[in-house]
Structure formats: C-alpha cells, structure tokens
C-alpha cells in the first residue's frame, strides 16, 4: 500500500446522476406558445503555465468545499443561434434532452417583459428550467464616460435583472465592462461600485450577479479575479459570484486551474465549449472538438464546491449529432470524476485519494518515458491541478523530476538540482509502489542523477550521462 503523507482539509463530492435523454412528448409542441401569442416589445495575459511554475498550492485554493456537490449538462440557448430563435430554444433543448437552460439575450427587444414570459410559458411546456440569463456585453456601458450612455446601460441591466425574475433564473451573467474602462484605479473603484449597486438590485429579486472571466473584459485574467475576489469580502451574502469559463481563460491566454481557484467558493455558473491552439477563429466549438483537457477541467470544477449544470455553449445546431458528441465527452466524466461511490465517505467528511491513475498522468508519464519532458510537465500538471487528495504530490512529484531532466539536458545546473531534489523527496512520500508505479525505483534513480549532478558541478553539466535518466515503471495501472 502506498503511504500518503497527511492532509485532512479534503472533502467528498457527490457525483449526482447523469442527464438522461427527455423523451419530448406530442405536445410539448401544441402547446408550445407562439411569438404571436403573447404580446412582443419591439423596442430598442496570464500564460498557459510554463515549465518552471509547478508550485505548491495557492494559499486558499480549496478552503471553502465543504459541502455535497453535483454535476449536470445543461445549454445555453446560445448554442442554438442563430438558427434557432431564443423563444423557441425550451423546445429545441427539450427535443435533445436537456432539462437546464441559459437564455442568452440576442436584442434589445428580448429584454422586455413580455418577451420573458414568452420564454416562461415556452420553458414550462417543454419541462425546462431556465437556470441562467445572459446579458449582452454592448448594451450595458455602464461605466461610459457619458452620463447618459452609463444610465440607459444601468437600465438595461434593472430589465434584465426584472426579466431573470420573470423566468424564474436564479443567476444573471455579466461580462462587466472593458478592460480599457477600468485601467487605472479610480475606474477600478467606480467598476466597483457600480457592481455593487447591480448587486444590491439582484439580491432584491432573489438573483446572483455573477461576471464571467472575458479576455477582453474587467475579468479576464487571474490578477483581475484575485482582485476583484477581495473586493467580495465585503459582500456579506451571495447576491455576486462568478461564471468560470475555461474556454475563455484559454483564449485570454490564462491558466484555466488558476482562474477557477482564484474564484475560491463563488462559482454559481459554469460555461463549456471548447478551444483549438491550431485555428483560434473556430470560437466555442462543441467541448471535445478542442484541445481543452475536459478530464482535468470536470475533476476541478466538481472538487471546487460548484453545483449545478455545465452550459454548453458550443454551437449544437438543430440536430442530435452535436448534442449527443457533447455528451460521450462530458457524462462520463462526470459520472468518473471520483471512482468511489458518492456516499463512500460522507459520513467522516473525507476524500479518499482515487483507486487508479487518470488518464492526463498515464500520458504523462508515456511522454515521461519518450524523453519529452516539457509536454509531460504540461500533461500532468493538469492533473496536478485538478487533485484534490493526497495523490496530488506524487502528481507534483512526476512532474517536478521530469522538469529537474528537461534543466539538466538544457544547461540550466541549479533548476536541474532544485527541482529533481523535490521530485524525488515527493515521490519518497508514495514508496516503495502506488498505482501500479515502482516508485521506490524512480526516486533511487533519479537520486542517483543528482548525485553525478553534484559530483559534476555547473561547468562540466555537459558531461552529464544522460542514459542514467530513469524510466518510469508500471506494473499496472491501478
């Protein structure tokens, strides 16, 4: 059995069951309210991390998961645009078999009351709950240098904010504004302040303000989170929280692990679609169509205390094709995200480590083997990221010595020491085997690296044997 070192502050979450296909009924269409129906108004760079940032845990990073959570699929009637219109996407969600929906606003008009109740008397028929209201970045510049501008965008939010109520939405997303209006430290504060009013006007309608991580907005980075996180200590109840968007962390070019740690216990939304590194202008593609590593991502978001649905915002379309991809990415990794029954371990509060390796670490450790170091650092520091056990060590571990190979081949003495040292001392904690790995093999090995290290000294690192650097052994995989 492997030995883990001590760590008490982990919690058990609670996987709930996954989304199952809606058989949509006759009538769910006939009775289905028309446009005509109801009376419409008309009216108007933090990067990816690189190797030499595996470091321990942020301060904070898993405080405040203390209770049960659960994961679903839900859509955001965004997936559905524009072929579909935002009254008819209840139906359209229903006929895929999501049960959870986030109206995205697309006018001016479909901020208006009866437009809302359109959308409520849809979502009824169909069996939908509309779980999230989408704002539109454009129309509320409140933070505009023209009084004018600033008051009707502030407006528009009260009706969003009435139309969120109308629906029955408990969560009314915001991308804040730009990040040119809030560059220096007055428009910091007025950003503030203006949230705070928003918030307070939510919290009197039963409804959380929650801003979304936007590259090109006030949160688009980590820093902008971190900082915008203080300010919410003052908050003294939920009316503010965030939406997490990996997509758009990758897009702004920032660690998608640390913006959801920086957002700490206040995610009340998720967004999901995915990213390609190779053709970033294919936007909020369906997840699993990208490079976003979902694996990792799900096991965060779950072990961050967030329940509820996962909006897909990737563009679904009108069939089932779409739909039915998402959710071969996405249902099993919910339903894996912790390998042990929801309730194994409930009663002491406790998260068991898992019982095999992820896949993001088997790969890692396939690259390990290949010699390339750089892309197994980045492989497993995914799922460094997103452990939240004990195992996350012997993670860090892995990583580190595989990063102290990539220095010493590279030239760089002192990081190939430092970090092999740690590597190694990490690993210690997990021998003489864990999970099918010969770990006990791995730290002699690698032991034996740093001594002919320091027996070499900085000027003679080019003579290092580069054949004694150790493979990783499985014996099997669990």
């Not at 005509?36 to 991390?49: C, H, I, K």
């Not at 197994?376 to 571990?397: K, P, S």
């Not at 070499?456 to 004694?468: D, I, M, Y």
Request: charged letters at 20%; one cysteine or more.
């Amino acid at each position: 059995m492997p030995q883990h070192p001590e760590e008490s502050d982990a919690r058990v979450i609670q996987i709930g069951p996954h989304l199952r296909r809606r058989q949509i009924t006759a009538s769910t269409q006939t009775d289905r309210l028309s446009r005509s129906e109801l009376l419409f108004d008309g009216a108007s760079a933090d990067r990816l991390v690189r190797i030499d940032a595996a470091m321990p845990p942020i301060e904070g990073e898993f405080d405040g998961v203390d209770h049960i959570a659960s994961l679903t699929l839900g859509v955001s009637s965004g997936a559905f645009y524009p072929l579909i219109a935002t009254e008819d996407t209840p139906a359209a969600a229903a006929v895929l078999g999501f049960t959870e929906l986030e109206i995205m606003l697309q006018t001016p008009g479909e901020y208006s009351p009866s437009f809302a109740q359109l959308v409520a008397a849809n979502a009824h028929a169909a069996g939908v709950t509309i779980r999230s209201v989408h704002t539109i970045e454009q129309l509320h510049p409140v933070m505009s240098p023209y009084e004018r501008r600033a008051e009707e965008g502030r407006e528009m939010m009260y009706r969003a904010i009435e139309f969120a109520s109308i629906v029955g939405a408990g969560v009314l997303v915001w991308h804040g504004p730009y990040r040119r209006e809030v560059a220096s430290k007055v428009q910091w504060q007025r950003f503030i302040e203006e949230t705070r009013e928003l918030a307070s006007q939510c919290r009197a309608n039963g409804i959380t303000l929650a801003l979304e991580n936007v590259g090109r907005c006030a949160l688009g980075h980590v820093r902008d989170v971190t900082a915008f996180a203080r300010e919410l200590a003052e908050f003294e109840d939920d009316s503010i929280g965030f939406v997490f968007d990996p997509f758009q962390a990758a897009e702004a070019g920032a660690n998608p692990f640390m913006m959801l740690a920086a957002m700490g216990n206040r995610v009340v939304n998720v967004h999901v679609s995915d990213w390609l590194e190779s053709d970033p202008s294919q936007r909020h593609l369906p997840p699993g169509d990208g490079d976003l590593p979902w694996p990792a991502i799900t096991r965060a978001i779950a072990g961050s205390g967030y329940e509820g649905p996962l909006i897909i915002e990737g563009v679904l379309g009108s069939d089932e094709i779409a739909a039915d991809r998402v959710r071969d990415v996405l249902e099993p990794l919910i339903r894996a995200v912790f390998s042990f029954p929801p309730k194994a371990s409930r009663d002491k509060g406790v998260l068991p480590p898992p019982t095999e390796l992820p896949p993001g670490v088997l790969e890692g450790i396939r690259l390990f083997n290949q010699r390339r170091f750089y892309e197994q650092h980045e492989v497993i520091e995914q799922e460094w990221h997103a452990e939240h056990t004990t195992v996350r060590v012997l993670y860090q571990g892995i990583l580190q010595i595989g990063v102290g190979f990539h220095h010493a081949l590279n030239g760089n003495f002192r990081g190939a020491v430092a970090l092999l040292t740690a590597g190694a001392d990490k690993v210690a904690h997990f021998t003489p085997t864990a999970y099918g790995i010969d770990t006990n093999r791995l730290v002699l090995e690698t032991r034996n690296c740093i001594t002919q290290l320091n027996v070499l000294g900085e000027r003679n690192l080019a003579a290092f044997e580069s054949e004694l650097i150790p493979q990783i052994h499985l014996t099997n995989t669990k």
